[in-house]
């Protein structure tokens, strides 16, 4: 086994497939892994379903880029770290001076409802937990685990770049999208620093930890982790800050991996 107690992964271009599937390997691979499993994620609460019902037990989860830490044997949301009102107030204002075709939404009740402005487009998510604001007062009138940022027109990096340099260090500021899509959490809010909790609490170190990604949203996490391994799709700046590199996830770099390091 080596020295790792603990296997971190990313969801969403790490863990599971295009059709956002866990394939049949990767499956027996998690299944058979004599360590504990963590999914790490920027996804909501509200969409860890997807992920649990594939899997014969859930697992426990880092979500929202490390704002929301949830244990799903007692269905409990351990810790949360939100964007207080008054911050929220702030950044959607300079947001908007910044980025004429901005559009805002923000993830609330631990990540469990999502509130959004009429320009956003609702790609594939349609229930009662996810509606459009009746005014630009509500969408920060209570505090959030994330603010989301959209462009129609703008480069993905440098949608990134232009709204970390807005905004500086009062927030974070990454991105797990294709699109120009920028994730604000609070100051400090990260996978690595919501992970390092819950891993404090079981007694592991970051050196006895091997995490996966894909995404800028998890440079924080592989740089953290004693192992940070990027998945062959990843990002550049992801890839640049890993220890190895696995295959795709439609190759099921993950499992493969896991496989060569516990010899499973």
């Known amino acids: ?7 971190a992964s990313d969801i969403d271009g790490t863990l599971i497939t295009g059709d956002r599937t866990l394939s049949p390997r990767t499956l027996d691979v998690l299944s058979r892994v004599p360590v504990p499993v963590v999914v790490v994620t920027g ?3 509200r969409w860890l ?4 019902e594939q899997l014969p037990a859930p697992l426990p989860a880092i979500c929202a880029n490390g704002a929301v830490i949830y244990d799903p044997d007692t269905d409990t949301v351990l810790r949360t770290e939100t964007l207080p009102v008054d911050l929220l107030l702030d950044v959607t204002k300079q947001l908007r001076d910044a980025v004429p075709d901005i559009s805002l939404a923000v993830e609330v009740e631990d990540g ?11 790609r594939w998510e349609h229930d009662h937990r996810v509606r459009v604001i009746a005014s630009p007062e ?9 603010l989301l940022a959209r462009s129609s027109t703008a480069d993905p990096d440098e949608f990134l770049e232009l709204v970390s ?9 990454t991105r797990s999208s294709s699109s120009a899509l920028v994730e604000i959490s609070a100051a400090g809010v990260t996978k690595a620093a919501g992970l390092a909790w819950y891993c404090e609490r079981h ?30 799709n990843a990002h550049p700046a992801l890839r640049a800050v890993a220890d190895e590199v696995t ?10 991996y896991l496989s060569s390091l516990f010899d499973l």
């Open 43 to 45: 996804r909501p609460l």
């Open 203 to 232: 007694g592991i170190t970051a050196d006895q930890v091997v995490a996966f990604g894909d995404m800028p949203n998890d440079i924080p996490l592989l740089s953290w982790a004693g192992r940070g391994v990027a998945v062959g």
């Open 138 to 146: 509500e969408l920060t009138s209570a505090p959030a685990v994330k």
């Open 112 to 122: 469990r409802a999502f509130l959004h402005e009429d320009t956003w487009t609702i």
């Open 165 to 173: 340099s807005t905004l500086g260090d009062r927030v974070e500021a």
């Open 49 to 52: 379903d997807q992920l649990f």
């Open 1 to 7: 086994m080596g020295p790792f107690r603990l296997v």
């Open 247 to 256: 295959g795709t996830n439609d190759d099921d770099g993950v499992a493969v």
